[in-house]
């Protein structure tokens, strides 16, 4: 919950860089999700090959219906959203449960957005060693009946490392990845392998040690997002 329509600088520098950047190529992605009050607006002003507006959350239903003050993927479609992050750890501890991210994915592909699917365990359940079984669960739960597996992108954020500086060692998060993507394959009985990011306290010092592992797709960028250097950093630091 980030921003107004002054803060298209910060996209503006980043479309800037992308530009003028030798390190980018074809396959280079950036996506920004951006609160529902900006979607619109920034679509209007953006022009770039490199960089797309995802929203950060929505409404379950479909179609439109008595629900006073959301919003559905089919709105956030029409203001210009390609992508959207479904289940965030913050929207979890909110209440939303993994029946109900299902709905959401449904919904959101029913209206062809992108899906960027949060998972992640607490601290308890990292101490009581059920990463693996906490991760299986919200992966079989929430893409249940979900048949478009191809606009689905994973994004794993351990709770315990958002905002907190604090984040898995190498060799953890490898084996992490290896298994998000193994798993999803047996769950969905897909040879499909996914698309998998890594979130929580991402900057510009420790991006490339996590560039290092092979496994890894890409990153889900919070506050270092709110600060087109800090981003621009991450970028560079990634492509040395």
């Known amino acids: 919950m980030f921003g107004d329509f002054k803060d298209?600088?910060?996209?503006?520098?980043?479309?800037?860089?992308?530009?003028?950047s030798k390190k980018l190529n074809k396959n280079s992605k950036i996506i920004i999700c951006v609160p529902n009050t900006l979607i619109y607006y920034f679509?209007?002003?953006?022009?770039?090959?490199?960089?797309?507006?995802?929203?950060?959350n929505c409404h379950y239903s479909i179609q439109y219906g008595p629900f006073t003050g959301s919003v559905n993927s089919s709105m956030?479609?029409?203001?210009?959203?390609?992508?959207?992050?479904?289940?965030?750890?913050?929207?979890?501890?909110?209440?939303?449960?993994?029946?109900?991210?299902?709905k959401k994915i449904i919904s959101s592909h029913a209206h062809n957005l992108n899906v960027i699917f949060c998972i992640g365990e607490t601290i308890s359940e990292k101490r009581n060693n059920k990463t693996f079984i906490v991760l299986r669960n919200q992966i079989k739960e929430s893409i249940k009946k979900v048949k478009?597996?191809?606009?689905?992108?994973?994004?794993?954020?351990?709770?315990?490392?958002?905002?907190?500086?604090k984040t898995p060692k190498t060799e953890e998060l490898t084996k992490t990845i290896?298994?998000?993507?193994?798993?999803?394959?047996?769950?969905?009985?897909?040879?499909?392998?996914?698309?998998?990011?890594?979130?929580?306290?991402?900057?510009?010092?420790n991006i490339s040690l996590f560039s290092s592992i092979s496994l890894?797709?890409?990153?889900?960028?919070g506050g270092a997002s709110q600060s087109s250097k800090k981003f621009i950093d991450i970028v560079k630091n990634y492509y040395k």
Not at 150 to 165: H, L, Q, R
């Open 8 to 20: 298209f600088k910060i996209i503006n520098d980043i479309n800037q860089f992308s530009y003028k």
């Open 148 to 165: 478009e597996l191809n606009k689905i992108i994973i994004a794993y954020e351990p709770v315990w490392s958002i905002g907190t500086n």
């Open 43 to 56: 679509n209007k002003k953006l022009s770039s090959k490199f960089i797309s507006l995802g929203a950060q």
């Open 76 to 102: 956030l479609k029409k203001a210009g959203a390609k992508y959207i992050i479904l289940g965030h750890s913050e929207n979890r501890f909110e209440g939303e449960s993994n029946d109900l991210i299902n």
């Open 216 to 221: 890894l797709d890409g990153f889900l960028i």
């Open 178 to 205: 290896k298994f998000i993507k193994s798993e999803f394959k047996i769950l969905l009985n897909t040879k499909k392998t996914p698309i998998v990011l890594y979130g929580g306290s991402v900057n510009y010092k």
